[in-house]
């Protein structure tokens, strides 16, 4: 049926039920009777409310079809159709969004569906806050793109002003747009969980690994950034490179809980730990104080396992040194390495998005708010099942980043239960 048709018919279906519901109004007033609650008005007062919420019903539709829609879309292109006119100007809307579904994940790392609800999500917050004077006429869908063509790909930005006919102040100001909207608006989304959370996340990880009250993966991994951005450089010298650190806390799904990014590179996993409100949090009792249990009478409270450059503390738990072929601190150390496998995964998956995978060339501050977004972006794709952005090419980094001895202590925890609370789950592990 033709799109006019279908809107007349709207239309008439709201005149026919309105006039009906008013005619059944009329009734009630020249016929009224002395009981409001005779058979007659049990029968016409239901009818009554059917044809008002239908009558209203439809000519909301009607309403709503007879305007034009307010959100401008974005002309699907093809971005290797050589009619197109890239003149760099940025007085036109359209983006480079492909219809071609691989191309769509290979330049914004996810499925269109993804993107349009991330759009719809994002809308109100991107179209605001333009440069004082300068407003961008550019749709939600092309600010949005030209963010994530750079996290995905980590194109410069004069190959991001041609594809995207902007220039490279609007392309550069989309991309700080998005970062910021995402790190300020919806850094919820990589929050640790609450008890009741944390709870089906041990239940998971007991599932996988037969250790009980295990609340999250911690591991640390290094990104290279470009060192002559100005005032916040680490180094004067014109493209001298170095690291950024970042402390990751993952559940069995790879979901992100948390991320202390900031940190520079030379720090080991356990100063950035220290350095973490992590770990005052859970230092302090904020976090991860309850549902102790007990094994082989010790008292098992909740915990984190860790790797390489982490202390064995009550609370976060690492692999034994050099244990006995056969034993169960072997197979303790072999569980250890299955759920470390998620946190892995993860870190692979991060440093799969193109700005994150070469050295960063921003400022300290933007790199830092590059890798916030992503992590942002990983949890929010995960919740949608779209594994766009998800590698399986996983490797353990920590040894060739951290530069600490193997298996560091605290000295103010020298007394603590960790070695006993190790020894009692080393029972409980499933035989691997």
Known sequence: MPEKTKKNSRALAALLSSLISQLLLLLLLFFPSSNPFSSS??????????????SEISATFSLLSSFPRKRKRTRLLDPDDPTRDDDGSGSGPDSVIPRNPDSFKQFFKMNCSTFEWLCGLLEPLLECRDPVRSPLNLPAETRLGIGLFRLATGSDYPEISRRFRVTELVSKFCVKQLCRVL????RFW???????????????????AGLPNCCGIIDCTRFKIITNKGSDSISKDSHQEDTIAAQIVVDASSRILSIAAGFRGNKSNLMVLKSSTLYKDIDTGVLLNSRKMYINNVDLPQYLIGGRGYPLLSWLLIPFIDPLGGSREENFNNVVKIMRFPVLKTLASLKGWGVLSRPIDVEFKAAVANIGACSILH???LTREDYSAFSDDVSDDSSV???????????????DKGPAIR??????????
């Open 379 to 381: 949890n929010m794709l």
């Open 401 to 415: 980043y951290d530069h600490s001895s193997e298996y560091e202590t605290l000295d103010e925890n020298l007394n």
């Open 183 to 186: 790190c300020t608006n919806y």
């Open 190 to 208: 990589v929050g640790f969980p609450s008890q009741n959370e944390l709870d089906s996340v041990s239940t998971q990880f007991e599932k996988l």
């Open 41 to 54: 008005h049990q029968f016409l007062f239901p009818l009554l409310q059917h044809f008002l919420s239908t």
């Open 423 to 432: 020894s009692a789950l080393a029972t409980a592990a499933k035989r691997v």
